[in-house]
């Protein structure tokens, strides 16, 4: 404790000397900072959404089919593995983050994760005529995906003020939304402008994603590492300077928060020294990892991730007709990106987190369970040319509501939330519990969804209705609201969904105290 004094000593003394000026920057180019780091973290959400985006557009050229030479008795089955192995690649790097954000930090981590998933991109960019070998480059360039999905929300939640931490935190969906956006486009754009015969029409698109994985890598080189991480690691110094870096500010407030800091990591080492994987399924820490993975599951069952992947199949359900899908779709791309937007820049630290959660689920369910309805009631005709139904246009109506309801609500708010329910001490693994378990459920949701669609028709809309009513009740019943505490705040009370400020656990004994203040 004594080395560290004089070092916060100094730059407490010369905030005195000039406060006004001190202030102004700390509220101007720290905000400018956290905002640059979210963006170039998020990165990996733009690279998520846009692979997420381009595949199933890639999957129907005549280009890729012709050069992998499969017909069109083996669509569904390339479609759903072509999109599931990259899930499941993601998923099993979820266990192989851990270790890795821990022992190496969050900067290294990510740019590793990027060379990994540049890796895999390149691989299938090469025009290999081997479906083993495409399918491979998949599982790979998964790894390296699945491995940033961990070190983002960690990274983001441990530099970000807490006035912000929700805000920024949420520029992970907003960024995947502009990759779906964007890919989209792609695709649709090399369809029109190149012939089927000529391989450039899906090799474009593929290629393309090495442009954001390379943004990611590269941009880690214009960041500091996260302070919490410097902290835990016993580097005092380097993250006085990461922290000083980020509020651009060396105030007596700063001084005060490296403070906390340290004695909030301090005391969740002391209090239980020598992790062992079983400490997750012990009293507080099993109620927050099994929230962390609840909520990531439940965000892959609200049916969203499914209408990203299969767009214009769901939309095919509701207007019967294939030009006209693939426009919805592109809208639908727009939508998104508006609404996500909408919500990170003017709600997502003016709302509670509990309650968007909440109320973004039942409308959610109440939007599919009547898109079901009215799509059983009045079928989308058969015919190509005909226009679209007014029973049609209404369905289309909801499902738009539909997705700006999920970009309001469970498409931004799991990625800050899950990152800052966990104390310092099992923040690595109880992120990677519930960041694998979006990879899990995106895996089996992916790989179903296509046969769903074909045997269940309406009845989709049906299920992802049932599924969101029940994440509102349960999400009423369990979450807890954390908008507005610092993460110390949050790792020293009992998580349940009534607690408050005053409910402070005694990590030590493992009891409730009363905590009064003054």
């Known amino acids: 404790?004594?080395?560290?004094?004089?070092?916060?000593?100094?730059?407490?003394?010369?905030?005195?000397?000039?406060?006004?000026?001190?202030?102004?920057?700390?509220?101007?180019?720290?905000?400018?900072?956290?905002?640059?780091?979210?963006?170039?973290?998020?990165?990996?959400?733009?690279?998520?959404?846009?692979?997420?985006?381009?595949?199933?557009g890639v999957l129907t050229m005549a280009s890729f089919q012709s050069d992998y030479r499969y017909g069109s008795a083996d669509k569904t089955h390339t479609n759903a593995l072509s999109v599931g192995l990259q899930q499941l690649g993601g998923f099993l790097a979820c266990f192989l983050a851990w270790p890795l954000t821990d022992k190496l930090g969050r900067k290294n981590s990510l740019m590793i994760s990027s060379f990994?998933?540049?890796?895999?991109?390149?691989?299938?960019?090469?025009?290999?005529?081997?479906?083993?070998?495409?399918?491979?480059?998949r599982v790979v360039a998964g790894l390296g995906l699945g491995a940033a999905t961990v070190a983002v929300p960690m990274f983001n939640s441990e530099m970000m003020p807490k006035e912000m931490r929700g805000q920024v935190g949420s520029f992970f969906q907003w960024f995947?939304?502009?990759?779906?956006?964007v890919s989209y486009w792609v695709d649709y754009g090399v369809v029109r402008g190149i012939a089927s015969t000529d391989p450039a029409q899906w090799q474009i698109p593929i290629g393309l994603q090495l442009a954001p994985a390379a943004l990611l890598g590269l941009g880690m080189l214009t960041v500091p590492e996260s302070t919490r991480w410097l902290?835990?690691?016993?580097?005092?110094?380097?993250?006085?300077?990461?922290?000083?870096?980020?509020?651009?500010?060396?105030?007596?407030?700063?001084?005060?928060?490296?403070?906390?800091?340290?004695?909030?990591?301090?005391a969740e080492e002391v209090a239980t020294e020598g992790f062992r994987i079983?400490?997750?399924?012990?009293?507080?820490?099993?109620?927050?990892?099994?929230?962390?993975?609840?909520?990531?599951?439940?965000?892959?069952?609200?049916?969203?991730?499914?209408?990203?992947?299969?767009?214009?199949?769901y939309f095919n359900i509701i207007v019967g007709n294939a030009e006209q899908s693939l426009l919805l779709t592109a809208i639908f791309g727009a939508v998104k990106v508006v609404a996500c937007g909408t919500f990170v820049l003017f709600f997502s630290e003016r709302l509670s987190r509990r309650q968007v959660l909440i109320g973004g689920a039942a409308f959610m369910a109440a939007c599919q369970i009547t898109t079901a309805a009215v799509v059983k009631s009045f079928p989308a005709p058969s015919g190509g040319d005909q226009g679209v139904a007014p029973s049609g246009i209404a369905t289309v109506a909801l499902i738009y509501l539909f997705v700006i309801a999920y970009n309001f609500s469970w498409?931004?708010?799991?990625?800050?939330?899950?990152?800052?329910?966990?104390?310092?001490r099992i923040r690595e693994p109880g992120v990677a519990v519930g960041v694998a378990s979006q990879w899990l459920f995106n895996f089996i949701f992916s790989l179903t969804t296509p046969y769903m669609i074909s045997s269940m028709g309406w009845g989709t809309f049906l299920l992802w209705g049932i599924f969101d009513a029940v994440i509102a009740v349960l999400a009423f019943v369990f979450l807890k609201e954390t908008r507005g505490l610092s993460l110390e705040a949050i790792a020293h009370q009992r998580f349940k969904a009534g607690s408050s400020p005053d409910d402070a656990l005694d990590n030590k004994k493992g009891v409730l105290t009363e905590h009064h203040e003054g």
């Open 231 to 266: 902290t835990k690691k016993g580097r005092h110094e380097e993250a006085w300077k990461s922290l000083q870096w980020i509020r651009a500010d060396d105030s007596q407030v700063t001084v005060d928060e490296m403070e906390e800091i340290r004695a909030g990591v301090t």
């Open 278 to 313: 079983r400490e997750l399924l012990e009293g507080e820490n099993f109620k927050r990892v099994f929230a962390a993975f609840a909520v990531f599951t439940a965000q892959q069952a609200t049916g969203a991730t499914a209408f990203a992947y299969f767009g214009p199949q």
């Open 116 to 137: 990994v998933f540049c890796v895999g991109a390149a691989i299938q960019t090469i025009n290999t005529h081997s479906l083993a070998a495409f399918y491979v480059s």
């Open 411 to 424: 498409g931004p708010m799991p990625w800050p939330y899950v990152s800052e329910i966990f104390p310092a």
């Open 1 to 56: 404790m004594e080395e560290r004094q004089p070092l916060l000593r100094q730059f407490s003394d010369s905030e005195q000397s000039s406060p006004q000026r001190t202030k102004m920057k700390g509220t101007t180019l720290g905000k400018i900072r956290a905002y640059w780091l979210g963006s170039v973290v998020c990165m990996g959400g733009f690279l998520f959404g846009y692979d997420s985006g381009i595949v199933g």
């Open 176 to 181: 995947y939304t502009f990759g779906i956006f």
